[in-house]
């Protein structure tokens, strides 16, 4: 359970049924909130670029969220990334022993493509 900065689902929110897909080459998250201990339900629906930092991280930018089939303005959206990203950090999988370096993500036939280097210390 988290919070999530909805003003219609205010609360400890919980989501279930998550699927991410890729479609048209851009990812959709779609899933479900739950509120009010399961007594609210509302389908959601997350869309977006994601576009790699140069903090070697991915964020989603350019956020498009339906909640119930109705879009949310852009502040609730804007309040919505800052929660959600980093979606990846990719130095979290660095050790002294390696190093990871994401330099580009694309897209080909709906299938995610990460490019970068790994540097491994002397053995």
Do not use: C, W, Y
């Amino acid at each position: 359970n988290f919070r999530l900065p909805l003003p219609m689902l205010s609360g400890g929110v919980s989501v279930d049924n998550l699927t991410l897909i890729f479609e048209n080459n851009q990812p959709s998250l779609t899933g479900n909130l739950v509120a009010l201990g399961g007594f609210f339900t509302a389908p959601f629906t997350l869309t977006g670029e994601l576009l790699v930092t140069e903090k070697n991280t991915i964020e989603l930018h350019k956020p498009q969220i339906k909640v119930m089939e109705q879009p949310l303005v852009i502040e609730q959206i804007q309040d919505l990334v800052k929660f959600i990203n980093p979606i990846l950090d990719i130095n979290k999988f660095n050790t002294s022993e390696r190093n990871f370096q994401l330099n580009k993500l694309f897209f080909k036939d709906n299938k995610l493509k990460l490019m970068g280097t790994i540097s491994f210390k002397n053995l």
